[in-house]
T-cell receptor, first 109, second 117 residues
């Protein structure tokens, strides 16, 4: 059974700080990695995807992938209270995505 | 673009009743997924279709669950008979398969919150 592991949190950071969310996966052959944000009572929405080793930046978000160590992370710079949500890591497995259980992020003023 | 459309948004039913959830994927997407989300187990993949053909239904919990995709713009997930432990949020998602090594992102509908009493 292929697995995607995330710390459930909550991860609490002050407004303006950098939030660092981490994810590890079991299948060394995985090629595609995604971060979704889910507000309470809402559906998951795509934040970023990354396919290659290294960093990928989009505004305040940076995804980091290290295939050798089998981890992917999401950095949120200048965190805002509106970033408070659950962040889901997803890893490609053939045609489907396997999701972690998510990390709850709390950004306090 | 309208996004993935699910109905109903909420469903409350009694144990033993049949429940049908509906999904319209994004136009042009050729892959459709049904997920179930609970606090305890997170997002679990139930079944997915490529080009209207079921590919992997290993996540369907029991024979009480069935899913169909009669055409590219419509899918149903049916539970018959329903049980209280089926209470969860059911999400439909769609994507575009490119045939390459990399997966395309999934786009989720708003979900159906099912409560079985």
């Amino acid at each position: 059974q292929k697995e995607v592991e995330q710390n459930s949190g909550p991860l609490s950071v002050p407004e303006g700080a950098i939030a660092s969310l981490n994810c590890t996966y079991s299948d060394r052959g995985s090629q595609s990695f995604f971060w979704y944000r889910q507000y309470s009572g809402k559906s998951p929405e795509l934040i970023m995807f990354i396919y290659s080793n290294g960093d990928k930046e989009d505004g305040r978000f940076t995804a980091q992938l290290n295939k050798a160590s089998q981890y992917v992370s999401l950095l949120i710079r200048d965190s805002q209270p509106s970033d408070s949500a659950t962040y889901l890591c997803a890893v490609g497995d053939a045609d489907k995505l396997i999701f972690g259980t998510g990390t709850r992020l709390q950004v306090f003023p | 673009d309208a996004g993935v459309i699910q109905s109903p948004r909420h469903e409350v039913t009694e144990m033993g009743q049949e429940v049908t959830l509906r999904c319209k994927p994004i136009s042009g997407h050729n892959s459709l997924f049904w997920y179930r989300q609970t606090m305890m187990r997170g997002l679990e993949l139930l079944i997915y279709f490529n080009n209207n053909v079921p590919i992997d239904d290993s996540g369907m919990p029991e024979d009480r669950f069935s899913a169909k995709m009669p055409n590219a713009s419509f899918s149903t997930l049916k539970i018959q008979p329903s049980e209280p432990r089926d209470s969860a949020v059911y999400f439909c998602a769609s994507s575009l398969i490119g045939g390459g090594r990399n997966n395309s992102p999934l786009h989720f509908g708003n979900g159906t919150r099912l409560t079985v009493t």
